[in-house]
């Protein structure tokens, strides 16, 4: 299933996409009224999810409403530095030396926008793109193997982990730069993990002004989801809806040379295969 959040008039609604249609979540929004409780509730509020959808109440057109961020503000947005072999390379060539071992970041949770909203310059003069496949933790995780972590996924969004460059490395963890608000916008919506048969094989893009910046597969990580997942729960526990940014590939503006930030005006445009596309516009 495809979940997400809309705004109908002043109110926030939960809905699930079938075709161009969402089938608005209202006959159980008592129960589970935000995203966050059907990620908690598991398979028995999938189960409602499901009901809901085949009696079909209450539908919109897709086109007649502005999606928001498909993930209420979750307890955390980590995400992983240099995940990508040639993204790693690009790295070293600016002074960026290769992480020893799986290289995590906070993303402040206020920074999460909806999948066309503005992105905000704010004070940074060197602001970049980075597009990833981003997880959303279902059952929480601690001390998790690799190889039972995919049973702790509830699904897989979209995500631009917009970065302040010149601000990214005021402080050693990164998240100074990684944080402005607007800078970590995410949808269209949760792809339920059931619909993704392998995460490792998935095509991933972005675009500037329709110029390709950015192509590659999430088969070229370094470190796959379930190793992340297994690294991070060591630590501490991954909790119903954290989410987890997967690592972007190369081509990012401050890579190239010579190096080409966002500027107002310009549309980016992040899309990752079997789940959809999110384009923001960055304004000032």
């Known amino acids: ?75 955390k947005f980590l995400a992983i530095g240099m995940n990508y072999r040639k993204h790693i390379a690009e790295s070293e060539r600016l002074g960026v030396p ?71 490395f005021h402080s050693p963890t990164f998240t100074m730069g990684k944080s402005f608000d607007t800078h970590g916008p995410i949808g269209p919506w949760i792809v339920t993990a059931d619909e993704i048969a392998d995460p490792h094989a998935l095509g991933l893009r972005c675009s500037v002004n329709g110029e390709l910046r950015q192509e590659s597969n999430t088969s070229e990580m370094v470190f796959s989801l379930w190793e992340q997942i297994a690294y991070l729960s060591t630590a501490f526990t991954l909790e119903s809806g954290d989410l987890i940014a997967t690592g972007t590939p190369e081509g990012v503006g401050v890579a190239m040379n010579p190096q080409v930030f966002l500027q107002p005006g310009d549309v980016v445009r992040c899309e990752v295969d079997g789940i959809g596309a999110i384009e923001n516009r960055v304004v000032v």
Request: charged letters at 25%; glycine letters at 6%; aromatic letters at 6%.
């Open 1 to 75: 299933m495809k979940l997400l959040r809309f705004q109908d008039g002043s109110k926030v609604c939960l809905g699930a996409l079938e075709g161009e249609t969402i089938v608005a979540l209202d006959p159980i929004s008592q129960d589970y009224p935000t995203m966050l409780s059907i990620i908690a509730g598991g398979e028995a509020a999938l189960a409602r999810v499901r009901e809901v959808v085949a009696r079909r109440e209450r539908t919109v057109p897709l086109v007649d409403v502005r999606l928001l961020a498909p993930l209420e503000r979750p307890g």
């Open 98 to 168: 290769k992480p020893q071992q799986q290289y995590w970041f906070n993303k402040q949770t206020s920074c999460i926008s909806g999948p066309f909203d503005d992105i905000v310059t704010s004070v940074t003069e060197k602001l970049d793109y980075e597009v990833e496949l981003a997880a959303v933790i279902g059952l929480p995780a601690k001390g998790v193997d690799a190889q039972n972590a995919h049973q702790h996924v509830f699904g897989y969004t979209v995500c631009n982990d917009v970065s302040a460059r010149d601000w990214q």
